[in-house]
């Protein structure tokens, strides 16, 4: 699976949009972009996944650029809540693991 | 449905003693995966498994630990002797893959490990 670059801590003000990058540059054409978090002593917890195509969900939108190389999660109006670990994650479709990186971890500033 | 259970929650052990962690995946998924997850070393991936078969143990750090599942309801990791670096949290997950794109771990709370 592919590897991926993630900052290592970002800063977001409450009630504004938290964007999170992701540099996988030696993505494959069948690699899924997945992204989870992981709360403080909590399981990590499915946020989203994309191929090609831009996603939204409740929770999030990830924004893929045209090459693949890169990634954007993001939060629309951070709460106090997101404050967590984000990871990134490239992986097979038909592959079995998911490897999670060191993340970013997100602050959410009151 | 509950989720991925994990028990105990805490556990703290001595050196040398045996320490079985259990897991009971959510109804239904047919593959389960146990990480470990350390300050230095983030989340690895020890073990997987896909209709109770073990199918990638090459995280498992050494003999001393050992995972089982002998149903589709229940999967044990035992670690024999314990040794204080072996202190840390470890997850369970499951997922089902039944050809969806859209395939989700699922993760437990974890068990806190404490090896004194």
């Given at each position: 699976?592919?590897?991926?670059?993630?900052?290592?801590?970002?800063?977001?003000?409450?009630?504004?949009?938290?964007?999170?990058?992701?540099?996988?540059?030696?993505?494959?054409?069948?690699?899924?972009?997945?992204?989870?978090?992981?709360?403080?002593?909590?399981?990590?917890?499915?946020?989203?996944?994309?191929?090609?195509?831009?996603?939204?969900?409740?929770?999030?939108?990830?924004?893929?650029?045209?090459?693949?190389?890169?990634?954007?999660?993001?939060?629309?109006?951070?709460?106090?809540?997101?404050?967590?670990?984000?990871?990134?994650?490239?992986?097979?479709?038909?592959?079995?693991?998911?490897?999670?990186?060191?993340?970013?971890?997100?602050?959410?500033?009151? | 449905?509950?989720?991925?259970?994990?028990?105990?929650?805490?556990?703290?052990?001595?050196?040398?003693?045996?320490?079985?962690?259990?897991?009971?995946?959510?109804?239904?998924?047919?593959?389960?995966?146990?990480?470990?997850?350390?300050?230095?070393?983030?989340?690895?991936?020890?073990?997987?498994?896909?209709?109770?078969?073990?199918?990638?143990?090459?995280?498992?750090?050494?003999?001393?630990?050992?995972?089982?599942?002998?149903?589709?309801?229940?999967?044990?990791?035992?670690?024999?002797?314990?040794?204080?670096?072996?202190?840390?949290?470890?997850?369970?997950?499951?997922?089902?893959?039944?050809?969806?794109?859209?395939e989700k771990l699922f993760f437990?709370?974890?068990?806190?490990?404490?090896?004194?």
């Amino acid at each position: 699976d592919a590897k991926t670059t993630q900052p290592p801590s970002m800063d977001c003000a409450e009630g504004r949009a938290a964007n999170l990058p992701c540099n996988h540059s030696t993505i494959s054409g069948n690699e899924y972009v997945y992204w989870y978090r992981q709360i403080h002593s909590q399981g990590p917890q499915y946020i989203i996944h994309g191929l090609k195509n831009n996603e939204t969900n409740e929770m999030a939108s990830l924004i893929i650029t045209e090459d693949r190389k890169s990634s954007t999660l993001i939060l629309p109006h951070a709460t106090l809540r997101d404050t967590a670990v984000y990871y990134c994650i490239v992986r097979v479709f038909t592959g079995n693991q998911f490897y999670f990186g060191t993340g970013t971890s997100l602050t959410v500033i009151p | 449905d509950a989720g991925v259970i994990q028990s105990p929650r805490h556990e703290v052990t001595e050196m040398g003693q045996e320490v079985t962690l259990r897991c009971k995946p959510i109804s239904g998924h047919d593959y389960l995966f146990w990480y470990r997850q350390t300050m230095m070393r983030g989340l690895e991936l020890l073990i997987y498994f896909n209709n109770n078969v073990p199918i990638d143990d090459s995280g498992m750090p050494e003999d001393r630990f050992s995972a089982k599942m002998p149903n589709a309801s229940f999967s044990t990791l035992k670690i024999q002797p314990s040794e204080p670096r072996d202190s840390a949290v470890y997850f369970c997950a499951s997922s089902s893959r039944q050809g969806r794109t859209n395939e989700k771990l699922f993760f437990g709370s974890g068990t806190q490990l404490s090896v004194l």
